[in-house]
């Protein structure tokens, strides 16, 4: 489950946790709109490896390196269901980048931003305080969902189930038995919480105010300048400019 | 034979649970762990059967290493049924959840059938046998959760915290159920804060605290050791309690039984 420590915040004092959480998050957006333009391998390998200098300033490297070790098993469902479906060897490398380019940003965004800073930015934004709190709610319960992940495995590990046997259609339905209790028991906590949450009146007032006021620093306007250019430049290469690429020229015959 | 030597278990993120744990359990033993939240009761059951490898130290089931072997080899000795019963309930019918066990160990259908039935039966749970089991209430799922482990009958049985969310009557017949399982020489580890229900049992009683062992010894040695039990976190059985504070009344007596007979003498010595 190692796969989710690297969402999970910690409290360091780095430039990147630093950053005003609006800021930010234009700056993952870009990264994210940036990865969905291109289908070039080459670029969207430059945007995975521009974000490990962001990772090191933020002093994740170890816990970025767990997430993205995690994240190998759906890459590679990603890739083999790409080239099962007829698409291009290269086109399913592309597609698995860009998975791990998007998951990598969204590790940064979540190992560096508190969220309280997350539901006050969102708050600031004006998005309506239900809202704000079902998504940082959200955010906190993913630790204990990892919890409970390995927990459901030692339970049915215990019951005979060997995750890592048979072929790779047998491996994805060995995770059925995963997947089944952890849903149940994330509804049933939804459940819980959200009768708890009414019997403190939530939603009782309309209109609230915060202790804290979050301000953009210069460089925080700064990053989301930069980032805006990056996107603009982005999309005007993507229509305009003649990138290098590469082409691999394997295809797997078509199954239907 | 449960046979546990020189146990040191550190989580990967470097908190050290277990300390240094030696610990034999002969078959056929009944033994309660109990101890404070936080004493490595479940991660010292976890090694039982694999999940957790021992740091330092080994862990031997029947003179097999867990270390050299795999968690669904040792599953078919090794029984754990683990506290919440949603961490592992994800079939459609009480039938299909009992037998999946047996359809991983490779038994044959009518086999799988006969052996359903006998644990729902004596689990007091045939009416549910195709019911959903997430239809069912705590208590109940509870009970599937059990009768999925068993159905495989496994020669060491370990429970954790399985008095949690059971009424009483449901609490008496799984005691009942435990010490027949026992009488039949099967192992059973419980795992549990439930002072009560160990002093009905009277197993042996195995101290956790701050990963060590604090105490091993008999349910009527440990229960009445006031410094003990406080140091673990844990009350003496209301029995003992108002026993000692009885002149004149034994102070090793922790269950309703062995009261009932004790103070029945004592009125009658009085007549």
């Not at chain 1, 989710?4 to 930010?24: V, W, Y």
């Not at chain 2, 009958?153 to 799984?174: C, F, S």
Request: net charge positive; hydrophobic share 45%; charged share 20%.
């Amino acid at each position: 489950m190692r796969v989710f420590e690297g969402f999970k915040f910690t409290k360091l004092q780095t430039p990147i946790h630093s950053m005003d959480p609006r800021a930010k998050f234009v700056m993952i957006m870009v990264v994210f709109a940036i990865s969905l333009l291109f289908t070039n391998v080459l670029i969207l390998t430059v945007i995975l490896l521009a974000q490990i200098p962001l990772i090191w300033l933020g002093r994740s490297i170890r816990r970025w390196g767990g997430s993205m070790k995690g994240g190998v098993f759906l890459a590679g469902l990603i890739f083999f269901m790409n080239l099962l479906t007829g698409s291009t060897f290269t086109y399913s490398l592309a597609m698995t980048i860009r998975f791990l380019a998007l998951m990598s940003s969204f590790s940064i965004f979540f190992m560096t931003t508190s969220p309280d800073d997350l539901g006050l930015a969102l708050e600031q934004a004006h998005v309506p305080y239900s809202l704000c709190f079902t998504f940082t709610t959200a955010v906190r319960l993913v630790p204990t969902m990892a919890v409970d992940a390995q927990t459901v495995v030692d339970a049915q590990r215990s019951r005979g189930l060997e995750l890592d046997k048979g072929n790779f259609l047998k491996r994805i339905r060995n995770y059925i038995p995963i997947l089944i209790p952890l849903i149940v028991s994330a509804i049933r906590r939804s459940v819980e919480l959200a009768e708890a949450l009414e019997s403190r009146a939530f939603g009782l007032t309309s209109r609230r105010q915060s202790l804290i006021v979050l301000r953009m620093k210069t460089s925080d306007y700064l990053t989301i300048l930069i980032s805006i250019v990056l996107l603009l430049l982005a999309a005007w290469a993507s229509i305009y400019a003649q990138l290098p690429s590469i082409e691999i020229p394997f295809q797997l015959p078509r199954l239907w | 034979m449960i046979a546990v030597e020189s146990l040191r278990y550190v989580y990967p993120n470097a908190n050290e649970v277990l300390r240094g744990i030696d610990l034999t359990i002969e078959d056929g033993d009944f033994v309660a762990i109990m101890g404070e939240n936080g004493a490595g009761k479940t991660t010292l059951v976890k090694t039982f059967n694999g999940l957790l490898k021992p740091t330092d130290g080994r862990v031997l089931i029947d003179d097999v290493e867990t270390k050299k072997t795999s968690v669904a080899a040792l599953a078919r000795s090794v029984g754990l049924v683990f506290q919440n019963p949603d961490h592992q309930l994800f079939c459609e019918t009480v039938r299909d959840e009992v037998a999946y066990s047996l359809r991983n160990f490779g038994y044959p259908l009518d086999v799988i059938e006969r052996r359903v039935r006998g644990i729902l039966e004596t689990l007091d749970l045939m009416p549910y046998i195709d019911s959903s089991p997430f239809m069912l209430s705590g208590g109940e799922r509870k009970r599937v959760a059990l009768a999925s482990v068993l159905v495989s009958n496994p020669k060491h049985i370990v429970l954790d915290e399985p008095t949690i969310g059971q009424d009483y009557q449901q609490k008496d017949r799984l005691r009942n159920f435990i010490v027949q399982l026992n009488a039949q020489r099967k192992t059973v580890v419980v795992v549990t804060h439930d002072v009560e229900f160990v002093a009905e049992c009277k197993p042996r009683v195995v101290l956790l605290s701050g990963g060590r062992i604090t105490a091993d010894g008999t349910a009527e040695e440990i229960l009445t050791d006031g410094a003990l039990v406080e140091r673990a976190s844990l009350l003496r059985p209301q029995i003992s309690l108002l026993f000692s504070s009885v002149s004149g009344l034994p102070r090793d007596v922790i269950d309703v039984f062995s009261a009932k007979a004790i103070i029945s003498n004592v009125v009658r010595g009085r007549k």
